[in-house]
């Protein structure tokens, strides 16, 4: 477990292992299997994170029944259903639906040549019922790749089904809190939020006069010196503009306890808040930092009122228990940058590199280094003191996830995935800001986000996370045709033309 996922209220994954076992085939089978599956996982990862069942092997539903409240007892929050033989499809898969949590299946292999009279299992084939049990149920159960492995396999299986469950988890007990509505011309960020609820996420919506109000009613806080102290040590050098930070930290406890005041009977909270164009001339700077600094504490907060933004940080952050960013899909990189620092050091075409953005929302830990000043773009037209409080910097290089969850204006789920990496390239630019790669970035832009209608705003996560992010979408009910992810050169999108 992370040091990030230790110091923040963010889910924690206990996942109950139960097996199953068909009558008619030995529930030996069933026990040692079970068993060895719990040696081969405590081996490799410790035995924090499951809880072996130990009060019956599922062969009915009345087992079905004790089985669940062992689990429920013992506090596990995820499943995994294990088919140590043929298993019983009607028990195993009422387990699952009654279990009020992420399941997962998984299924024995046989072990040996020498045993395959009385030690042979068939759950190779039994996952084949259980599958369609599942469908005929309605219920929802992840199901690996290869679900039919060694002791050693399935433990592997299982470790792969933390960060899953974990996001489950996180929707099914998350708020997000917004303020305001989003600002004129930013309609990209809208979106219906229906498909929240078929989520399990709850919504509080606010007005940002609200927020106002609370804002003000913490002038004097007493722990407003405390706050700015933690700020100062945190930005270091990168402290430019030292007279702005009792603002912030008198606007950070306002959110802070806004969100114990608000979040009721939920146990995880992100935040999609409004940052212009009011915000600035009326709270006296912007809230680029805080929203930064709260990203850090496990609570994710998306500028522009961008609720599906925030909820895309969410998973991301369940799911690599890191921190993660929020950037606009911004600009080209010039062919003079690419010439000079990309072209032979790195086997990236032009088109599969661009640069992703945001005003200063990024994390300092997600910076190479980083200034806390005035945000250039609204000082173009405001007083420049009323535009404190970004924070800038180059993104740190290395391997990304670009990804995003969105309902469509239709009120359909949708989602894309993309693996790349930040470059160690000097960006010369201002904001948070890195230069971006991504293989086939130029047919995934028009393709998938053009085509597909996706808003500017995309999520990141520090890291290769597009398998369980796949699988996270693909549990909470994104259509396959509708998750996207950027395709290989010579795969053609649906409306890519073959002669271009």
């Known amino acids: 477990m992370s040091n990030f996922l230790q110091e923040n209220l963010l889910p924690k994954v206990k996942i109950g292992i139960v097996a199953v076992s068909r009558d008619c085939f030995p529930e030996s089978l069933s026990v040692n299997r079970r068993k060895a599956l719990v040696s081969a996982y405590t081996e490799k990862y410790g035995s924090e994170a499951i809880y072996e069942c130990p009060v019956c092997i599922v062969e009915s539903e009345i087992h079905m029944v004790q089985a669940l409240e062992d689990v429920q007892k013992n506090g596990c929050n995820a499943l995994c259903v294990y088919l140590g033989n043929f298993g019983p499809e009607i028990s195993e898969t009422l387990l699952a639906k009654h ?31 259980a599958s369609y049990n599942l469908k005929l149920r309605n219920v929802k159960a992840y199901i690996p790749e290869n679900p039919v492995g060694t002791a050693s396999e399935c433990a592997d299986r299982i470790h792969e089904f933390i960060p899953i469950a974990r996001a489950i988890v996180g929707l099914s007990g998350l708020k997000i809190i917004s303020f305001g509505p989003r600002p004129l011309n930013f309609l990209a960020c809208n979106a219906p939020i229906k498909q929240l609820y078929n989520l399990g996420v709850e919504i509080e919506e ?74 600035q001339t009326q709270f006296g700077f912007v809230p680029c930092y805080v929203n930064s600094r709260l990203t850090g504490m496990g609570i ?40 000079e620092a990309i072209k032979g050091k790195f086997t990236y075409t032009h088109n599969d590199t661009f640069m992703g953005f945001h005003c200063g929302n990024t994390n300092t830990k997600k910076l190479s280094s980083c200034s806390m000043k005035y945000q250039m773009i609204m000082a173009r037209t405001l007083p420049e003191e009323v535009t404190q409080g970004t924070l800038e910097g180059d993104i740190i290089p290395g391997d990304i996830t670009f990804y995003r969850l969105q309902s469509t204006a239709d009120n359909k789920l949708r989602a894309y995935i ?83």
Not at 210 to 217: G, S
Not at 301 to 307: F, P, W
Not at 319 to 333: A, G, R, Y
Not at 451 to 479: M, R, T
Request: charged fraction near 25%; charge should be negative.
């Open 418 to 500: 993309a693996q790349g990496e930040v470059l160690p390239v000097a960006t010369k630019s201002f904001g948070g800001i890195g230069v971006f790669a991504i293989p086939e970035m130029g047919r995934f832009y028009r393709h998938v986000l053009i085509e597909k209608n996706y808003p500017h705003h995309g999520a990141v996560a520090f890291g290769h996370f597009g398998k369980a992010l796949y699988e996270v979408f693909k549990y909470i009910g994104v259509p396959v045709e509708d998750l996207n992810y950027n395709q290989p050169k010579g795969v053609l999108y649906p409306t890519e033309n073959p002669f271009a």
């Open 206 to 279: 606010n007005s940002e006069l609200d927020l106002f109000e609370a804002f003000k009613k913490h002038e004097g806080d007493e722990r407003i010196p405390a706050k700015v102290k933690e700020m100062e040590e945190e930005l270091g050098a990168g402290n430019k503009k030292p007279e702005v930070l009792p603002k912030l930290a008198q606007y950070e406890l306002t959110l802070l306890d806004w969100i114990e005041a608000h979040k009721g009977y939920r146990k995880y909270v992100a935040i999609a808040g409004k940052c212009w164009p009011a915000f």
């Open 300 to 339: 994710p907060v998306s500028c522009e009122v961008d609720i599906y933004g925030c909820l895309s940080e969410f998973i991301g952050t369940c799911v690599s228990e890191d921190i993660v960013t929020l950037l606009d899909i911004n600009n080209t990189v010039p062919d003079d940058m690419y010439d």
């Open 99 to 129: 279990f009020d949590g992420p399941a997962m299946f998984i299924a024995a292999a046989e072990e040996s040549q020498n045993d395959l009279v009385g030690g042979r299992g068939d759950a190779y084939c039994g996952m084949l019922n």
